[in-house]
C-alpha cells in the first residue's frame, strides 16, 4: 500500500465509479487519466473503487504505486453457494487492497447496519481495509439523524479487534447529498466529522477514534473540493459523478495535494 494518510497526512480521494463506465474501454481510458494525475498531485492519496468486473484487468497492467483500487461491495462469507456474490478473498485476489462496505446505495437494495456489522471483520481478514459508509436519510429538526449515525458507526465497528482500527476509514455520506446538485456548507460537514470522531471515542476509547480515518462524500465536485478539503478533521473525500470526469477529477486531487 502507498502509505495510509494517518501516517504520512495525506488526504485521499476515492473515486467511486459505481457502474460506470460502460465498456473496458472506456474505464482503462477513465484509469490511464486519473493514473496520470496522480503522479502529479503527489501528495493526496488516490484509490479507484472501479466495477469489480473490471477490477482484475485494471489491476493487473498497472506497475506504479500513486494509486490503489478498492471493491465497491463484498458478501459476509467467505466462500460457498451464494449467487451473484463476491468475496474479500476474490477482490483482494483481483488487486483491491480497500472496499467500501455500506454504502448508500446498497443499503437501498436491503443491505442492514447488521450486515455491515459482519463485513467488516471478514474484510479485514481478507486483508483489505474497510471505507466504511454511514449517513443519515434525512436531516430531521430533532436530532434523529444523529443517533441514526452514531448507531450506524457504533454497530458497524462492534467486532473490530483493538488492533484494526487504524485500517478503518469511516466516510460519511448523507443520503440526501449524494447525486444532488451542491454539497452541505463546510460547517455542517466539519460538524459531522466532529459527530463520527467523538462517537468512536464515546464508544471504543480516544486511542483508536485516532488512528480511524474519516472523509466526507456526496456532491464533491470541482467547485467545492477546495473548501471541503480544508474543513478541519477531515482526512479525505469519497467521489462519485466527479471522478468520471477528468477536467472535474484533476480539480479535486489538485486542492487534495495543496491541502
Ligand atoms: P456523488 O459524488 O455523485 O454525489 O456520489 C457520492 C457517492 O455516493 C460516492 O460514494
Redo the contacts with the bound molecule.
Sequence with gaps: MCGRGTISGMKSVIC?WKMNPPTFTEAKRLFDVTKKLAAVYKNAEVVIAPPTIFLRELAKGYRGTRVEFSAQNIFWEESGSFTGETSSIQVRDAGATYVIIG???RRALGITDENVQHKVPVSLKGKLDPIV?VGERVRDTHGEYVHEVRNQITTALANVPASKFKNITIAY?PVW????PEAPDTNSVHQMMLLVRKTIADAFGEKKMKSIRVIY????NNENAKDILSVPDLDGV?????SLDPYRLEAILQAAHDA
Excluded: T, Y
Excluded at 217 to 220: F, I, L, N, W, Y
Excluded at 238 to 242: F, M, T
Design positions: 467511486n454504502h448508500a446505495e459508509a455520506e447529498s449524494i447525486g444532488a462524500g456526496g456532491a464533491v469519497l467521489v462519485g459523478r466527479a
